[in-house]
């Protein structure tokens, strides 16, 4: 990717930042915002900015940008063009662990016990994915995520099954569907510093990538260790997008679309997607939130479903133009 292109994604995400800030039930103004940032610590367009714009738009860089950067590497790592962070489970762990949360009450009794025990749920699975595949290799690793995948996905649907009264399913469901609102400094505290590391280790895969392009045998051969770049893959997953799926509920599509939308800006290797994949993935998140506070639905539309009901065109037509591509 040239500098160009790389200065305009940024650019464009810082305006995109600003104007998320600004816009809502209650939009401020320029002036209105700076006057607030300078002014009394309890007027009410500094706590509006401060305490509830300002971490909502953290929170949609941090995640959409690990979302992005996750799915660049995976799609990389098993050489397959619809690998997501979903396929090896983590987002199902994660809402299991939220819903196992809440199904029990934790959630009630501690503010952060939904997503402290999500981060838990998506670890376990990855770390159960990890374990048995470790000797079999890409193939392995895939029907292995899958199986963890299914069988979080069956507990979540048993959960709602047997849940003891219609809050409890109503407020596994609102989980579910995923969003940013209601989201404080607590939460980017929570998840920001296991979002960071993880996005390093993945950021470490990079050589490994572009190497694994020619098979793992000739990779290892050039001396690139697998086996350690499958583990920072699968940690660095399970780290981060774990996190982001347990402050803000499931968030699908961002790791499948972004990685594609700029592969070909990068001359399609995999190496140099990861950057610009985890901009253009914190692009995505932070747009569709602003179209859920924006855009008047009659309802509220959740931020996972919103950014579903985009992805999902996105993906058939990615599956379309795979099997035309395909030899």
């Not at 086996?227 to 499948?256: M, Q």
């Amino acid at each position: 990717m040239t500098a160009r292109w790389l200065i305009v994604l940024l650019g464009a995400l810082a305006i995109l930042a600003c104007v998320s800030v600004l816009a809502g039930q209650a939009w401020i103004t320029t002036g209105s915002a700076i006057r607030a940032l300078w002014g009394p610590r309890d007027s009410m367009d500094r706590l509006i900015l401060i305490e509830v714009r300002l971490p909502r738009v953290v929170l949609a860089l941090l995640v959409g940008g690990i979302l992005g950067l996750s799915g660049a590497v995976l799609q990389g790592l098993l050489r397959n063009p619809l690998a997501e962070p979903g396929l090896l489970g983590v987002s199902s762990g994660a809402s299991l662990g939220a819903v196992i949360a809440i199904y029990y009450g934790f959630a009630a009794s501690f503010a952060l016990a939904t997503p402290l025990i999500a981060m838990g749920g998506a670890l376990v699975t990855t770390g159960i994915a990890f374990i048995l595949s470790r000797r079999g290799g890409t193939l392995a690793l895939i029907l292995a995520g899958v199986a963890m995948s299914t069988m979080a996905g069956a507990g979540v649907s048993l959960a709602l099954n047997l849940a003891p009264n219609p809050f409890a399913a109503y407020e596994i469901m609102t989980w579910l569907m995923g969003s940013l609102g209601d989201r404080s400094w607590d939460h980017v505290v929570l998840a920001g510093p296991f979002i960071v590391i993880g996005a390093v280790l993945l950021l470490f895969t990079a050589r490994a990538l572009d190497a694994l392009t020619l098979g793992e045998a000739q990779a290892e051969s050039l001396g690139i260790d697998v086996a350690r770049a499958r583990l920072f893959a699968l940690l660095g997953t399970a780290l981060g997008v774990g996190a982001a799926t347990a402050v803000t509920g499931a968030i699908g599509f961002v790791g499948l679309i972004a990685p594609h939308l700029v592969r070909p800006l990068v001359g399609h290797r995999p190496g140099a997607t990861l950057v610009p994949a985890a901009i253009v993935g914190a692009l995505i998140v932070l747009a569709a939130d602003l179209a859920t506070r924006i855009f008047n639905f009659g309802t509220e539309i959740r931020l996972g479903v919103f950014v579903s009901v985009i992805g999902a065109p996105f993906f058939l037509w990615l599956v379309l133009h795979v099997r035309r591509t395909a030899p």
